[in-house]
DNA sequence: AAAAAAT
């Protein structure tokens, strides 16, 4: 109810600027020159709020944050002097007045509002939030390395959101000169180009064999996958494998399958592996968590058994046998993680390299040795670009998420890959793309990646959601979307559940709201930093947040276990996206909830896609049982709004 | 319109 107030006071317009005053609020800072609280001024109550950085970063940060939008106390509401540059007198009335008079106020009414603000006065800024993530509680040493240097931390944040958040058109103050955070320069919306060095490295991944073959349980409805109509289509395809023993692959990597947990092929890895084991091309599309990475990681390793590969030495160039891609750092780290189990005991070498994270690392990386690369688009053409890549040994091109490494935003990319000079022509090398959808348009696109006689795989039908995920769509408007965010996290109790929103600080903002709500929370998009993203993730994995707020980051390949739960609270703007978003839970044969917010004033275009959706895996059940009678409803009133 | 991906 207090929400709805809040929804009926404030307004459309004055809700996008407290969107941007907490993010303002959470924006990141350099980790190192920030100032934060050190571990015991936390209570167990205030550790919850920990697991959003934003709020965490205040301590008191919930009271803050509920005063600032509830009551619109500006002192409270803009503890940093930057805050009240960022609105300007755009804020809501109410804090307008007090949001002049209280410019130069900001440091101590937040000093004197805050507990940790007292204790450690002399450093000024204790927002700095980046690494007041819950695990960054554990890293004394990053809290001490903050003294001393965060005089004007604040103001770097600030400008940071104006270029990153605005990207050059909405910061309305573009003269200042943008220094900005780390992920706000990586996507070069800033212009200068100064500013500090990404410095970060990614811990080591666990090395021991068990930590490895880490995997989770297959689900009660595994089997069911066997229940999809398949259709090859293209010349003379090879006979599926009925096990994984069918083929001749080596003693070792036979083994490491067995460890890794896999013990009967699914649909797509019946018919992948066979027709890549004939040095075929191939363009696959099975639904979400039905095995796709090990259906081209498990023939193209054991291709590379059978060949040989370079053995792994220290060379300043390397040339790997296989490249693979894929459209976000977090989804090449996870493909990497899951080739370390096929390579297990082998000479056979992966290396995982994105952006975030300092290139001489990715350097150091790949030249002690690289068969499998594993890469991000942008990082990996910059190392190439270096000279540490020689293209001339791939034989294996392979393009995950190949309908979005194929449209706009990566198209160009891939061309550019396939166009160096020491890049194989495609009938010297095998392309092999993979996904849950492939719009016809983007498949005629990856025609010019494929041999003519590439194989078309089709695990049900292209685009399709995972049958395993019931859906539920729910008409709400705009404004009451918190309330039923609530309401419906309320009524799951602690279950792992993914909340996609449709910007960064939207993100940010329902991730520190729902922590207010006392819902520990945390987020995942594109302008946090990269070290900020893996432990969000880290933390949603484990269970410390049992809730992330994300962006489309996440949209695509993510294999976290047990979520149980996705929520669009904003839908996304194509069905392609949706049926990916949707399929982060219902994996491996376990069974998921999907729940879309959907809004007739942004969503309309959405209405008939998502019907065919709905209906498609409504009819392919066979029988009705009460989720796909409310998924059929769902259907008939999205129809009765258009 | 937003998001992602190198610096």
């Not at 929804?7 to 969107?19: C, M, Q, T, V």
Request: charged share 25%.
């Amino acid at each position: 109810m207090i929400e709805e107030d809040w929804n009926a006071e404030i307004g459309d317009e004055a809700l996008l600027r407290s969107l941007e005053k907490v993010s303002l609020l959470e924006r990141p800072n350099d980790p190192s020159s920030v100032f934060s609280p050190s571990v015991d001024s936390f209570d167990t109550d205030e550790f919850v709020n920990t697991q959003h950085q934003p709020v965490s970063s205040f301590g008191r940060g919930r009271n803050f944050a509920a005063k600032g939008f509830q009551e619109g106390n500006g002192e409270d509401a803009l503890p940093q002097n930057r805050g009240f540059k960022g609105f300007g007198q755009g804020f809501h009335e109410r804090n307008a007045v007090d949001g002049a008079s209280t410019q130069n106020r900001g440091f101590k009414g937040f000093r004197g509002g805050f507990g940790q603000g007292a204790r450690d006065g002399q450093r000024g800024i204790p927002q700095s939030g980046a690494l007041r993530e819950s695990g960054s509680l554990a890293d004394g040493a990053g809290f001490q390395e903050g003294n001393g240097e965060d005089a004007l931390p604040q103001n770097r944040g600030f400008k940071g959101f104006r270029g990153g958040f605005g990207q050059g058109t909405k910061g309305g103050q573009g003269d200042i000169p943008q220094s900005g955070t780390p992920s706000s320069r990586e996507r070069g919306t800033l212009t200068d180009g100064a500013g500090p060095k990404v410095t970060y490295v990614p811990p080591p991944p666990p090395d021991d064999e068990e930590a490895i073959f880490a995997r989770y349980q297959t689900g009660m409805n595994f089997d069911k996958y066997d229940e999809n109509v398949v259709e090859v289509s293209g010349l003379d395809p090879p006979a599926a494998l009925m096990s994984f023993a069918d083929t001749n692959m080596c003693h070792t990597l036979t083994v490491n399958i067995a460890k890794a947990g896999y013990s009967k092929p699914t649909p797509v890895q019946k018919y992948s592996i066979p027709i890549i084991l004939a040095g075929r091309d191939l363009m696959a599309c099975a639904q979400t968590g039905s095995g796709k990475t090990a259906a081209f990681l498990v023939p193209v390793v054991a291709q590379m058994m059978r060949d040989g590969v370079t053995a792994s030495s220290f060379k300043e160039q390397q040339e790997p046998e296989c490249i693979i891609t894929a459209p976000t750092r977090e989804l090449v780290n996870q493909i990497f993680l899951e080739a370390r189990k096929f390579v297990y005991g082998t000479c056979i070498r992966p290396v995982v390299i994105y952006g975030g994270t300092q290139t001489d690392y990715s350097i150091r990386q790949v030249k002690q040795g690289c068969n499998i690369l594993c890469a991000t688009p942008g990082r990996l053409l910059d190392i190439i670009g270096r000279g540490k890549i020689g293209l001339h040994n791939v034989k294996y091109l392979v393009l995950d998420e190949a309908d979005r490494m194929l449209d706009m935003g990566f198209g160009a990319d891939m061309k550019k890959l396939v166009s160096f000079p020491d890049m194989p022509q495609k009938d010297k090398r095998q392309t092999l793309m993979f996904s849950a959808t492939f719009p016809e348009e983007v498949q005629r696109l990856a025609g010019e990646f494929l041999k003519t006689d590439f194989l078309f795989v089709v695990v049900g039908h292209v685009g399709g959601a995972c049958s395993d995920v019931q859906q539920n769509i729910l008409q709400v408007s705009q404004y009451f979307k918190r309330d039923k965010l609530i309401e419906i996290l309320h009524s799951i109790g602690n279950e792992r559940t993914l909340v996609f929103v449709d910007t960064k600080k939207k993100a940010d903002f329902i991730a520190c709201f729902l922590c207010q709500e006392n819902i520990p929370a945390t987020s995942i998009h594109g302008d946090r930093e990269q070290r900020e993203r893996e432990i969000a993730l880290r933390d949603f994995r484990s269970g410390k947040c049992p809730v992330l707020v994300a962006t489309s980051v996440a949209a695509r390949g993510l294999d976290i276990e047990s979520v149980q739960h996705v929520i669009n609270f904003d839908l996304p703007s194509t069905i392609e996206e949706y049926v990916h978003r949707i399929g982060r839970t219902g994996r491996c044969g376990n069974t998921g909830k999907a729940v879309g917010f959907f809004d007739n004033n942004s969503d309309g275009h959405l209405a008939q896609p998502l019907i065919k959706v709905l209906s498609d895996n409504y009819r392919g059940r066979g029988s009705v049982n009460a989720g796909e009678v409310r998924m059929e409803c769902s259907a008939r009133e999205i129809e009765s709004w258009d």
